[in-house]
Nanobody, 126 residues
Framework: QVQLVESGGGLVQAGGSLRLSCVAS????????MGWFRQAPGKERDFVSA????????YYADSVKGRFIITRDNSKNTVYLQMNSLKPEDTAVYHC???????????????????WGQGTQVTVSS
């Protein structure tokens, strides 16, 4: 059974930084792309970032490009999201996602991912 466990969320002032982590288990981590999505209260779950199975390709939503960095450490079965220059509009629950197709670069659609973590709350105060 695939499990994704996020950590690293919290309360931070605007302009600050946080690093989210997601540890995966239950399938060969190094064969699948990974992603991050976020969901604010009353809104849909939106794409934030994705990274290909070998880390060579990365993708970002326009709203976070230049501020967030996604990386992965296949030796630790972990994907990270470094979030810098945080804004109040970044406030949301952030969910880690496991890609659907092995040896692929990932995608930005919910349908590109078939496993989800419970999420970690990120709150940015103004």
């Amino acid at each position: 059974q695939v499990q994704l466990v996020e950590s690293g969320g919290g309360l931070v002032q605007a302009g600050g930084s946080l690093r989210l982590s997601c540890v995966a288990s239950g399938r060969p981590f190094n064969k699948y792309p990974m992603g991050w999505f976020r969901q604010a209260p009353g809104k849909e779950r939106d794409f934030v970032s994705a990274i290909g199975w070998n880390g060579d390709s990365t993708y970002y939503a326009d709203s976070v490009k230049g501020r967030f960095i996604i990386t992965r450490d296949n030796s630790k079965n972990t994907v990270y999201l470094q979030m810098n220059s945080l804004k109040p509009e970044d406030t949301a629950v952030y969910h880690c996602a496991g890609g659907r197709r092995p040896f692929s670069s990932g995608g930005s659609s919910l349908n590109d991912f078939d496993y989800w973590g419970q999420g970690t709350q990120v709150t940015v105060s103004s």
